[in-house]
């Protein structure tokens, strides 16, 4: 078994800009992870296969983003009970709004941690994925205390004009 823990699943090619979001925030905090284009409606196999293996692989949570019909986070969750926290690409037609109704409303039984549309949703996704596995690891959880304190101590007390 691999020590990477974390997955980044992806719609298409389109959605990686968004995504690498979640990918800097993991590289911040030195935590491995892999990446793959996995569709649920152009790679229906690869999703079941990648579903079928995660827990197996020691995978312990999967960032999945997706726009539009964005239903590979659901599908996902369908298949595997390791963790999906999704996020919901924003779209030209409707501005992700699409994605995030197709992302949000899973019947019961099949959760996916919801994320915001777009690049601030995929950095909170790596952020939620860093705090899960900071609940069994000691030495993230120090670096995850200490890039929330840096991230408070960045924000002035005072506006200025610009
Ligand atoms: C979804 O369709 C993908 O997640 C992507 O956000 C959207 C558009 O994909 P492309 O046509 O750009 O490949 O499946």
């Given at each position: 078994?691999?020590?990477?823990?974390?997955?980044i699943?992806?719609?298409?090619?389109?959605?990686?800009?968004?995504?690498?979001?979640?990918?800097?925030?993991?590289d911040?905090?030195?935590?491995p992870?892999?990446?793959?284009?996995?569709?649920?409606h152009r790679t229906?196999?690869?999703l079941?296969?990648y579903?079928?293996?995660?827990?197996?692989?020691?995978?312990?949570?999967?960032?999945?983003?997706?726009?539009?019909?964005?239903?590979?986070?659901?599908?996902?969750?369908?298949?595997t009970r390791?963790?999906?926290?999704g996020?919901?690409?924003?779209?030209?037609?409707?501005?992700?709004?699409?994605?995030?109704?197709?992302?949000?409303?899973?019947?019961k039984?099949?959760?996916?941690?919801?994320?915001?549309?777009?690049?601030?949703?995929?950095?909170n996704?790596?952020l939620?994925?860093a705090g899960?596995?900071?609940t069994s690891?000691t030495?993230?959880?120090?670096?995850?205390?200490?890039?929330?304190?840096?991230?408070?101590?960045s924000?002035?007390?005072?506006?200025?004009?610009e």
């Open positions: 078994m691999s020590d990477v823990k974390v997955g699943i992806m719609g298409s090619q389109s959605d990686w800009p968004t995504m690498k979001e979640a990918a800097n925030v993991l911040e905090l030195g935590v992870y892999e990446t793959r284009i996995v569709s649920a229906p196999d690869r079941w296969e579903g079928k293996t995660a827990a197996d692989r020691g995978l312990h949570v999967i960032i999945a983003g997706a726009g539009g019909a964005a239903h590979l986070p659901g599908m996902m969750a369908s298949k390791v963790p999906v926290v996020v919901p690409v924003q779209t030209r037609a409707l501005s992700g709004v699409d994605s995030l109704y197709s992302i949000v409303q899973m019947p039984g099949f959760p996916v941690a919801t994320m915001a549309i777009g690049a601030a949703g995929a950095a996704a790596g939620m994925a899960i596995l900071a690891d030495d993230l959880a120090e670096r995850l205390d200490a890039w929330r304190e840096a991230l408070a101590a924000i002035p007390e005072v506006p200025v004009d």
